[in-house]
T-cell receptor, first 115, second 112 residues
Framework: DAGVIQSPRHEVTEMGQEVTLRCKPISGHNSLFWYRQTMMRGLELLIYFNNNVPIDDSGMPEDRFSAKMPNASFSTLKIQPSEPRDSAVYFC?????????????FGDGTRLSIL | GESVGLHLPTLSVQEGDNSIINCAYSNSASDYFIWYKQESGKGPQFIIDIRSNMDKRQGQRVTVLLNKTVKHLSLQIAATQPGDSAVYFCAENGSPGNQFYFGTGTSLTVIP
């Protein structure tokens, strides 16, 4: 079975550039989550969607970050303009049922480096 | 926000020994808990879960114990193998929002 698919796996770009991270959740899952992982702050929830609708975006650092879920099989996380402090591993996860009631399944992440 | 902490940030065990990884959670309203394993370069992988109406659940070589009185969760790995070397996270669902809150992680190293 296909798991959560993220692309690209690695991204290196210069500060000021736009970065777009992509996620394909597991088919049939109705909740999608974007996380950021750093050594200093661990795993942080940025935003999550339920049935393609953003439910909680309180973890989004600032207006430079935006996320969309145009349909049940695709989501993007965009950073514009990017800054060096955005360097981290970004994970996408999906789950079925009500959020918090069943396990989330994670992709293998996008390692983002902003120079 | 929620606070999920681990007592031991690092743990080294001999191959074949049993491992115990501990986690303290903060929200007494949490009713669902998960242990994840994260290997280098990969995303967190589901290991085992437990709901608050249970105090013990067993899987293959793994057991999760839940003590709601002291808000403590533990993961026991029997006959630890080199492939068990990874970072282990606990997560609670907390409230509000029914999102998951993750601990800081414990790094387990298995010595051959």
């Amino acid at each position: 079975d296909a798991g959560v698919i993220q692309s690209p796996r690695h991204e290196v770009t210069e500060m000021g550039q736009e970065v777009t991270l992509r996620c394909k959740p597991i088919s049939g899952h109705n909740s999608l989550f974007w996380y950021r992982q750093t050594m200093m702050r661990g795993l942080e929830l940025l935003i999550y969607f339920n049935n393609n609708v953003p439910i909680d975006d309180s973890g989004m650092p600032e207006d430079r970050f935006s996320a969309k879920m145009p349909n049940a099989s695709f989501s993007t996380l965009k950073i514009q303009p990017s800054e060096p402090r955005d360097s981290a591993v970004y994970f996408c996860a999906s789950s079925s049922g009500q959020p918090g009631k069943l396990p989330q399944h994670f992709g293998d992440g996008t390692r983002l480096s902003i120079l | 926000g929620e606070s999920v902490g681990l007592h031991l940030p690092t743990l080294s065990v001999q191959e074949g020994d049993n491992s115990i990884i501990n986690c303290a959670y903060s929200n007494s309203a949490s009713d669902y808990f998960i242990w994840y394993k994260q290997e280098s370069g990969k995303g967190p992988q589901f290991i085992i879960d437990i709901r608050s109406n249970m105090d013990k659940r067993q899987g293959q070589r793994v057991t999760v114990l839940l003590n709601k009185t002291v808000k403590h969760l533990s993961l026991q790995i029997a006959a630890t193998q080199p492939g068990d070397s990874a970072v282990y996270f606990c997560a609670e669902n907390g409230s509000p929002g029914n999102q998951f809150y993750f601990g800081t992680g414990t790094s387990l190293t298995v010595i051959p």
